[in-house]
Every structure is written in structure tokens, then in C-alpha cells.
């Protein structure tokens, strides 16, 4: 089973600060996701990744096969931003069925104004 | 609808009652997953539906627990003779495509409180 480590468990900050968020995996994927998750429970999926970069507005995910690390980044962040990040990576190998798909605890970021 | 849709978004029972929670995916959407998530713990999955073919149940915690998915396209998770463990939000996704490139939808949540 992968294993998935995200870190910061939390982190605060100040608006307008450069965040980076790490996730790690122990296996070999196939595809990771980040998702973010505002108070109240919707789930947003931000990006879906197997290689290289991606960028949306002022989000930028990036992720290394070889190192088995993926960062998210948030440029000129926001308190609007304040949620709780997750990663989730599918196992190569795996078939593509849901258990296949392994989630992180989360990183509960607080951007204050 | 434009998203996937839960139902209900709060349910608060007696430990001992059975609850049915409602997943309406994206129209087309191929695939679509349950997931439970505890106060304080990462998402946990339950159950995958993809097309016509047999459900996946691995994580189905226990008997009590089962699911439908009616014409492709409606599920319903049922929990019977609940308990006070089984208090979580319950997060119902979909996908245009199952497998492992299938970008996920989520839905808002059906949060159950059992006392």
C-alpha cells in the first residue's frame, strides 16, 4: 500500500506570502491529485498530474517521479485561500480501482489578512 | 445538475437506526465513489461503482454498510443498525472516466451524527 506524508500538518501565514505544501509517496504512481477542502466539507479537485508542471491562476503543482514528491505552490496567497489541502496518489498497477487511490491526512492552511 | 449532489448534507440519528444517503453524479459521469471521512482523519474509502461492471466493496467497513448505484447513475450508501463510530462525513465523487486518469468530482457531503 502507498503511503502518502504530507507536510505542513498546518500552516499559518500572512496574506500576500508564497505557500508550498509537499506531499511524498512511497510507490511508484501513476497519476496524484490535489484537492482542496474548504469548512463545510466540498472537495475541489485543483489538479491531476503524472509528470512535470501545471499551473492555474495562482496555483502551480509540480512533481518529481523519480523522488516520489509533489509540491503545490500558492502565489500572493489569500485568505480566501484557507483550506485544507490534500494529495492523493493511484498506485501503479493498481488497475485504476478506487483502492488503488490513496489519500494524505491533509494540510490545514490559515492565510490571515 | 452541474456538480454531484448529496442528500441529505446533515443527518442526525439514534445509534440503532438505519440511514440511507443519496449520491446524484454528474450526468455521463462513468465512475463514482463513496468515501468517509472522520473528524480529524484523511478521506477513507468505502465503495467504487464503474459502469456496468461489479462494484468494488473492499472498503466497506463492515455487513452493515452496502450500496446501490441504480441505472448508471444514482447511488444510495445504506448504513444499518448505525453506531456512534459511524459518525462522519460521507463524500460521494464521480468521474468522467474510471481509472487512473479520471479527474474527481465531488459532492458537498451527507454529514452523519449518530447518537
Known amino acids: 500500500k502507498n503511503e502518502v506524508e504530507q507536510s505542513p500538518q498546518n500552516l499559518t501565514a500572512q496574506e500576500g506570502e508564497f505557500i508550498t505544501i509537499n506531499c511524498s509517496y512511497s510507490?511508484?504512481?501513476?497519476?496524484l491529485h490535489w484537492l482542496q477542502q474548504h469548512p463545510g466539507g466540498g472537495i475541489v479537485s485543483l489538479f491531476m498530474?503524472?509528470?512535470g508542471k501545471k499551473k492555474h491562476g495562482r496555483l502551480i503543482a509540480t512533481i518529481n517521479i523519480q523522488e516520489k514528491h509533489s509540491s503545490l505552490h500558492i502565489t500572493a496567497s489569500h485568505p480566501r485561500d484557507s483550506a485544507v489541502y490534500i494529495c492523493?496518489?493511484?498506485?501503479?498497477?493498481?488497475?485504476?480501482?478506487?483502492?488503488?487511490?490513496?489519500f494524505g491526512k491533509g494540510t490545514h492552511l490559515i492565510i490571515q489578512p | 445538475g452541474a456538480g454531484v449532489s448529496q442528500s441529505p448534507s446533515n443527518k442526525v440519528t439514534e445509534k440503532g437506526k438505519d440511514v440511507e444517503l443519496r449520491c446524484d453524479p454528474i450526468?455521463?459521469?462513468?465512475?463514482l465513489y463513496w468515501y468517509r471521512q472522520s473528524l480529524g482523519q484523511g478521506l477513507e474509502f468505502l465503495i467504487y461503482?464503474?459502469?456496468?461492471?461489479?462494484?468494488?466493496k473492499s472498503g466497506l467497513p463492515s455487513d452493515r454498510f452496502s450500496a446501490e448505484r441504480t441505472g448508471g447513475s444514482v447511488s444510495t450508501l445504506t448504513i444499518q443498525r448505525t453506531q456512534q463510530e459511524d459518525s462522519a462525513v460521507y463524500l460521494c465523487?464521480?468521474?468522467?472516466?474510471?481509472?487512473?486518469?479520471?479527474?474527481?468530482?465531488f459532492g458537498e457531503g451527507s454529514r452523519l451524527t449518530v447518537l
Open positions: 450526468s455521463g459521469h462513468t465512475a
Open positions: 461503482f464503474q459502469g456496468n461492471s461489479a462494484p468494488d
Open positions: 498530474l503524472s509528470s
Open positions: 510507490v511508484g504512481i501513476s497519476a
Open positions: 465523487a464521480s468521474s468522467l472516466v474510471g481509472g487512473a486518469y479520471g479527474e474527481l468530482f
Open positions: 492523493a496518489v493511484r498506485s501503479i498497477g493498481s488497475g485504476g480501482g478506487a483502492d488503488g487511490l490513496t
